[in-house]
């Protein structure tokens, strides 16, 4: 199973780790909703797995890795 977000299929769940910030060292399952645009153009929308949540969020590709939030916090597919 690959473990880069730009490799994962549309509607897949799985687990991101959260490195930085206030959410530093989390883990948590999310589905991917889309990804959009190639390089550091890149994003990728993610939905929250809660039960009746809708709350969609987007990470980005910053400096060659993936990021969250406004400081550029490295995100990566755990498993």
Known sequence: MA???STKNVGEIFELHFHGGMNQDRWDFY???KVEGKG???RAT????????????EAYRFNGHW???SSANRLSVSK
């Open 31 to 33: 589905r991917l909703i």
């Open 3 to 5: 473990k880069r977000i």
């Open 40 to 42: 550091d153009d890149a």
């Open 67 to 69: 990021a969250y939030g």
């Open 46 to 57: 993610f939905q929250d797995l809660e039960p009746n949540e809708t709350f969609e969020w």
